[in-house]
Nanobody
Framework: QVQLVESGGGVVQAGGSLSLSCAAS????????MAWYQQAPGKQRELVASINSGGGTNYADSVKGRFTISRDNAKNTVYLRMNSLKPEDTAVYYC??????????WGQGTQVTVSS
């Protein structure tokens, strides 16, 4: 069984920073892609950033230059550093992984609230 445990959400003022982390545990041999999604109230879940096993990254246009995704393969952990936060970044943030065998798993989500 695979578990993803997220941490680091909270409340921050506009212009501030937060860091999220997500640790995967369980029967995982190899993780291809690790990613963060956001879901604001009444909206669909959207990709924020992803990182593949080679370190290649992809960002939503709305967060380019402000957010940085990284991973520690030895710890099966993915991070999201969020700078210059805006009220529109307010959402529940979910981490997800896709293993080398093609299975996907999701975390439980962590709330990020940016006050104006």
């Amino acid at each position: 069984q695979v578990q993803l445990v997220e941490s680091g959400g909270g409340v921050v003022q506009a212009g501030g920073s937060l860091s999220l982390s997500c640790a995967a545990s369980g029967s995982i041999r190899s993780i291809n892609v690790m990613a963060w999604y956001q879901q604001a109230p009444g909206k669909q879940r959207e990709l924020v950033a992803s990182i593949n096993s080679g370190g290649g990254t992809n960002y939503a246009d709305s967060v380019k230059g402000r957010f940085t995704i990284s991973r520690d393969n030895a710890k099966n952990t993915v991070y999201l550093r969020m700078n210059s936060l805006k009220p529109e970044d307010t959402a529940v943030y979910y981490c997800t992984i896709r293993t080398a065998l093609g299975y996907s798993y999701w975390g439980q989500g962590t709330q990020v609230t940016v006050s104006s």
